[in-house]
T-cell receptor, first 116, second 114 residues
Framework: GAVVSQHPSWVICKSGTSVKIECRSL??????MFWYRQFPKQSLMLMAT?????????EQGVEKDKFLINHASLTLSTLTVTSAHPEDSSFYIC????????????FGPGTRLTVL | AQSVTQLGSHVSVSEGALVLLRCNYS??????LFWYVQYPNQGLQLLLK??????LVKGINGFEAEFKKSETSFHLTKPSAHMSDAAEYFC????????????FGAGTRLFVKA
């Protein structure tokens, strides 16, 4: 089956620093990738949609200068949280989709970000 | 605009009992509907999806869901709960599969008692 990985799985950083999270589709080409944010005991909130080679489309209320998304290849998308603050602490999940193996979204295992 | 409402943030059943998790949706276009399961500190796993074919959809781990357009519902059921079914379940709606934006419900935590 299609596998999506995220790295790192857990990261702790100091307030004011930037953190990069990687999302990779391991065995398929992901034409579209999505980034979600999940607060404890809450649902997933879509942050942005990115298509390979294009600028990401951000959801209303998501600061694009703070959450930088790059989808430079068909197997890799990155989310950079710039100048992180404690309120950015959350669980970040990516998903990826492509026409093969099936037209569906495959979710990564998530990245837990804690900002001190 | 699309939205999803999951009735009941927590559901508790005994092992072997019927599992029923409720989901109602709102969509201005024919919806694609999904149920996902999430275990602690993990990503989401697709249980099943409705994509305008058969209204009764069978998924993994013995789960199934029925699309009822007249009731705008997509409830998830399993005849006999197992301890390993304890997890968070999310209903979701989209305008398509794959590259379409997906809107998630608030989630329902399923507890299974021995």
């Amino acid at each position: 089956g299609a596998v999506v990985s995220q790295h790192p799985s857990w990261v702790i950083c100091k307030s004011g620093t930037s953190v990069k999270i990687e999302c990779r589709s391991l065995d398929f080409q992901a034409t579209t990738m999505f980034w979600y944010r999940q607060f404890p005991k809450q649902s997933l909130m879509l942050m942005a949609t990115s298509n390979e080679g294009s600028k990401a489309t951000y959801e209303q209320g998501v600061e694009k200068d703070k959450f930088l998304i790059n989808h430079a290849s068909l197997t890799l998308s990155t989310l950079t949280v710039t100048s992180a603050h404690p309120e950015d602490s959350s669980f970040y999940i990516c998903s990826a989709s492509g026409w093969v193996p099936t037209d569906t979204q495959y979710f990564g295992p998530g990245t837990r970000l804690t900002v001190l | 605009a699309q939205s999803v409402t999951q009735l009941g943030s927590h559901v508790s059943v005994s092992e072997g009992a019927l599992v029923l998790l409720r989901c109602n949706y709102s969509s201005s276009v024919p919806p694609y509907l999904f149920w996902y399961v999430q275990y602690p500190n993990q990503g989401l796993q697709l249980l099943l999806k409705y994509t305008s074919a058969a209204t009764l959809v069978k998924g993994i781990n013995g789960f199934e869901a029925e699309f009822k357009k007249s009731e705008t519902s997509f409830h998830l059921t399993k005849p006999s709960a197992h301890m390993s079914d304890a997890a968070e379940y999310f209903c979701a709606v989209s305008e398509g599969t794959g590259g379409f934006k997906t809107i998630f419900g608030a989630g329902t935590r399923l507890f299974v008692k021995a």
